[in-house]
């Protein structure tokens, strides 16, 4: 076998959804295989996949393994030459998966490889590329030069911001999100290391493999991730996680530092974890006291874009919850444009406080031309929704209207 695809999944039940369906798209004609490890959801994850996804090896634990142990539990049962780690909150291109085995077939050197990743609006997603955060590095990062220079080779290497988005590049980190691995590769540097709960595996990964002669490699076919649907990145358990990774990482590869080093590099972790839960106690308390505008989701406009009976179903479901709408009626063939059509981006005005929310019949449009367009001029304020008539569901990085 070819491909091994794992996809560790914690109650996020739709976008797994959507991220099976794209996958099922992706691998026509490949000789692959899909593990869904789910982490003991209690949104009826399980029963959805084992349902609506028969051909899924369904791996439900009784309890929360984390990410990088419930990876290893699929990839001891896969048995294909590369094995990909996929974030269920992804939505992957028609051709990505192709595209991606042909490169490391030509390159027997290169041990795992990345992609471009997007964000909701189109724009580029800085952790598709990144350096190993050694102390230098991190220094850079945790001080604010990397956001002030990021194109610098120096003050900006943590996201390799002077690496081309066009053009394929070794790169050191490999986002966990999607990163494909030579399984002769990792039989020489072992798997993800358990001691990761969540966060860090895919960074102490990458460097083992560098460390055990490969490349590691940075792709430019685009996926969509809505980053972090699966974690709450507001609770203090995130927080905990997080940072408690940094500090694993640091112990494991940079340990022999001198007292000297340490000690300040450590201290500048807590501190920045401190500061991030002081900021997050501080948005609390200015909600509960009001500061913050109750209205989420004031005057949000959607924009429909597909076949005719699939854009009525869309109208119809937002209509229900008093969303306002624009409908096109076009696909591939009569609107390869897409919202880029002179007819529609005239309609969808700039500088607006409120988000316009494009959504694209899937049928319509395969979702590497729907990613392809959203990249070809991101615009904050305009986000990335599609629909398929089989689940009658509308996906967008904010939420999920059925």
């Known amino acids: 076998m070819k491909l091994s695809i794992v996809i560790v999944n914690y109650n996020v039940r739709y976008y797994l959804d959507q991220c099976l369906r794209s996958v099922q798209r992706a691998m026509q004609g490949l000789d692959a295989e899909v593990f869904v490890v789910d982490n003991h959801s209690s949104d009826g994850s399980v029963e959805h996949v084992r349902t609506t996804f028969p051909w899924v090896h369904l791996i439900a634990s009784p309890h929360n393994n984390g990410f990088a142990r419930a990876n290893n539990i699929a990839i001891r049962q896969s048995q294909a030459e590369y094995v990909l780690l996929l974030n269920p909150d992804t939505l992957i291109g028609e051709t990505v998966l192709a595209e991606s085995i042909t490169f490391m077939d030509a390159h027997p050197d290169a041990g795992g490889l990345g992609v471009h990743m997007m964000n909701g609006d189109g724009s580029d997603a800085r952790e598709s590329r990144r350096a190993i955060p050694t102390p230098l590095v991190s220094f850079y990062k945790m001080t604010g030069l990397c956001a002030r220079f990021p194109q610098s080779r120096r003050f900006g290497k943590y996201y390799m911001g002077y690496l081309p988005w066009h053009e394929a590049a070794p790169i050191e980190v490999i986002s966990g999100a999607y990163c494909l691995l030579r399984r002769s590769a990792l039989d020489q540097v072992g798997l993800l290391d358990e001691d990761f709960f969540m966060y860090g595996e895919d960074i102490d990964l990458s460097c083992r493999i560098l460390k055990g002669g490969y490349s590691n490699w940075y792709l430019p076919v685009r996926i969509l991730h809505y980053k972090g649907e699966s974690t709450h990145k507001s609770s203090f358990r995130y927080v905990h996680v997080f940072y408690e990774a940094m500090l694993i990482f640091f112990r494991k590869h940079y340990g022999h530092l001198s007292h000297l080093l340490a000690v300040p590099i450590k201290t500048a972790i807590y501190l920045k974890a401190t500061w991030a839960l002081v900021g997050m106690l501080s948005d609390r308390a200015r909600k509960s006291l009001g500061f913050f505008s109750p209205r989420q989701q ?72 729907i990613l392809a367009l959203f990249a070809r001029a991101p615009q904050s304020h305009i986000l990335m929704g599609t629909y398929l008539p089989e689940t009658q569901r509308i996906i967008t990085p904010k939420e999920i209207i059925q």
């Open 298 to 369: 004031q005057d949000v406009e959607y924009v429909i874009i597909g076949r005719n009976g699939n854009v009525e179903a869309c109208r119809h479901i937002l209509s229900e919850r008093g969303f306002d709408t624009a409908c096109y009626e076009g696909d591939a063939q009569t609107m390869p444009l897409g919202h880029h059509d002179p007819r529609i981006s005239s309609q969808i005005q700039t500088g607006k406080n409120q988000p316009t929310v494009v959504v694209y019949d899937a049928t319509a449009y395969r979702y590497d031309q």
